[in-house]
């Protein structure tokens, strides 16, 4: 069910403490960790604490915390100081577009050029 933590989810047990990663903001309804397979120097994931299948189903039943996900990527480039000089936020839905781990997250990646189009 959305918004409900799920025990296979490895982003949910994350959340929940149970699988380690390398935390760099946290608010109360996301979290931001590092990427343990960056594609850029910077590469960090912005999720929300409650569980959504992708960044469209997220949208649809909690727009302001969608909201909150991309304000706190925007955070998370001040933070590690590529805002000035760009950075990308990627939302995969979808494997066909590259998604994984089927909880919303955005991925915040710059310290590089980026190229266009991607993928």
């Known amino acids: 069910m959305a ?36 594609q850029a120097p910077t590469h960090v994931l912005v999720i929300p604490k409650a569980h959504h299948p992708d960044a469209a189903s997220l949208a649809a039943a909690e727009p302001e915390v969608a909201a909150d996900v991309l304000r706190e990527a925007g955070l998370v480039a001040a933070d590690e100081e590529i805002a000035g000089t760009g950075y990308r936020i990627v939302l ?10 089927f909880h919303a997250h955005a991925h915040v990646l710059g310290g590089r050029g980026m190229q266009w189009p991607p993928g």
Do not use: H, M
């Open 92 to 101: 995969n839905t979808g494997a066909g577009a590259g998604q994984t781990v």
């Open 3 to 38: 918004g409900e933590p799920q025990t296979d989810c490895l982003f949910c047990r994350i959340v929940a403490g149970e699988i380690p990663a390398t935390v760099v903001r946290e608010s109360a309804t996301t979290l931001a960790f590092r990427d343990i397979n960056p």
